[in-house]
């Protein structure tokens, strides 16, 4: 069955600092997919970013980067440099792709705080 | 404005009657899906559908049915209502599997 943990539920941080948060997931599919999404204290959801299952590159965008490891199972989250608009919950989220479903998996969520 | 529209944004009704929480896009997406989020377990897919007349179970479908006449909308139906369907509910679509656009949230009580 797949599965994706968030073990750190909250983080605080001061501004500046750089920050990462930790997904791990599970499933016996070689196709897969992985995502994250941030959920400010206004309540909605952002789609962050996709990473499948054959691209192990990092991906920087800004201050934030994302380091695959398929060998751990994990998909990390870093914002570099936090600034107190980084303030939020974190999601990590995984989907198997086979024909016909689509199926998506999230983790409990990590919320950040970050202090000026 | 691409946008994903629920109705309503907030609800307070009794155990046992019937309720549907509707849901709209304006982006003409194949893929919607629905979510409820609880404090400590994240967001849990309900159901989803990859397109006209197309539904599928999630993780968490009991008491909950879904239907996809149109494109564009998605409705939640909870025919009876009970209390531990209290909880915030997220409509999404999406072109691309699993980037979603998300819906501003309904805050579903039930007494």
């Known amino acids: 069955a797949q599965k994706v943990t968030q073990a750190q539920t909250e983080i605080s941080v001061v501004e500046k600092e750089d920050v990462t948060l930790d997904c791990v997931y599970e499933?016996?599919?070689?196709?897969?997919?992985l995502f994250w999404y941030k959920q400010p204290p206004s309540g909605e959801l952002v789609f962050l970013i996709r990473?499948?299952?054959?691209?192990?590159q990092n991906e920087i965008s800004g201050r934030y980067s994302w380091n695959f490891q398929k060998s751990t199972s994990s998909f990390n989250f870093t914002i570099t440099a936090s600034q107190v608009v980084d303030s939020a919950v974190y999601f990590c989220?995984?989907?198997?792709?086979?024909?016909?479903?689509?199926?998506?998996?999230f983790g409990t969520g990590t919320r950040l705080q970050v202090f000026p | 404005e691409a946008q994903v529209t629920q109705n309503p944004r907030y609800l307070i009704t009794v155990t046992g009657k019937k309720l549907t929480v509707t849901c709209s896009q304006n982006?003409?997406?194949?893929?919607m899906s629905w979510y409820r989020q609880d404090p400590g377990l994240g967001l849990r897919q309900i159901y989803y559908?990859?397109?006209?007349?197309?539904?599928d179970k999630g993780d968490v479908p009991e008491g909950y049915k879904v239907s996809r006449k149109e494109k564009r909308n998605f409705p939640l139906i909870l025919e009876s209502p009970s209390p531990n369907q209290t909880s915030l509910y997220f409509c999404?679509?999406?072109?691309?599997?699993?980037?979603?656009?998300f819906g501003e949230g309904s805050r579903l009580t039930v007494l």
């Open positions: 999404a679509s999406s072109l691309i599997p699993g980037e979603l656009f």
């Open positions: 499933t016996r599919d070689t196709t897969y997919y």
């Open positions: 990473r499948n299952s054959f691209d192990e």
């Open positions: 989220a995984l989907s198997e792709r086979s024909y016909n479903t689509d199926k998506l998996i």
């Open positions: 982006m003409n997406h194949e893929y």
């Open positions: 559908s990859m397109n006209v007349e197309v539904t």
